[in-house]
Every structure is written in C-alpha cells, then in structure tokens.
C-alpha cells in the first residue's frame, strides 16, 4: 500500500527519517500500549508526525516484563514517543522533547 503524506501549509510531500519509531499510547492509568510507527518532517517548515502504524501493537499493558523491556529500550535509543488524549500536555512534551532530541543527535 502507497500512503503519501501532504504538508498542508507547504505543499511539499512529507519525508520519511526514522523508522521504527516506540510510540507509547497512554491511557487515563498511565500507559496503554506501544506501537511501531515512522517518523516523517515536512522538507519545507519542518512540521513532524508520527504514521504508518503497524496492524498492532507490540506490546499491551498487562504484558509487564515485555512492555518495560520494549519501553526501556526505545527510550535507550531516543526512539520513544508518547501519545494520548488523556496525558497531561506538560509531561507529554518534556518526554517527547527530550526523547526527539536524542534521535536526532542532539543533547
């Protein structure tokens, strides 16, 4: 399946840079599932999402020790975004932030 990605301000098809992005859904009880996930930017103003999700997710919840172990290692790699409707704003964007960050080579 071809899925292509349109910046709506710009106009420029998005590009795809990482892939295999963590991301981690959250829940009203704190985290829910992880999913694998890519990373595409917008070549023009830089606008960033998070898409082609897998047809699952790789780890749920109640699956403790293989949900810590998949956690642990995606945020060793800088690789972990979290996502939710019902995460605070200000934790979701430290978290997000700082994780972004070391994906890309920053501090």
């Known amino acids: ?7 709506v301000k710009c106009g420029l ?3 795809q840079v990482l892939q295999g992005m963590t991301v981690m ?9 992880l999913w694998r ?4 930017d917008c070549p023009g103003c830089g606008l960033q999402i998070i898409a082609g999700f897998g047809d699952g997710p790789i780890a749920e ?15 060793k790699r800088g690789k972990l975004i979290t996502a939710g ?3 605070k704003r200000e934790e979701r964007d430290d978290n997000n ?9 920053g501090p």
């Not at 700082?98 to 080579?105: I, T, Y």
């Open 1 to 7: 399946m071809n899925s292509k990605t349109v910046c």
């Open 13 to 15: 098809f998005l590009e």
């Open 25 to 33: 859904e959250m829940a009203h009880f704190g985290p829910y599932k």
């Open 37 to 40: 996930a890519d990373l595409w």
């Open 61 to 75: 919840h109640y699956e403790t020790e293989k949900f810590a172990t998949l956690r642990h290692a995606a945020e």
């Open 85 to 87: 409707h019902d995460q």
């Open 97 to 105: 932030s700082r994780n972004h960050n070391q994906c890309r080579g």
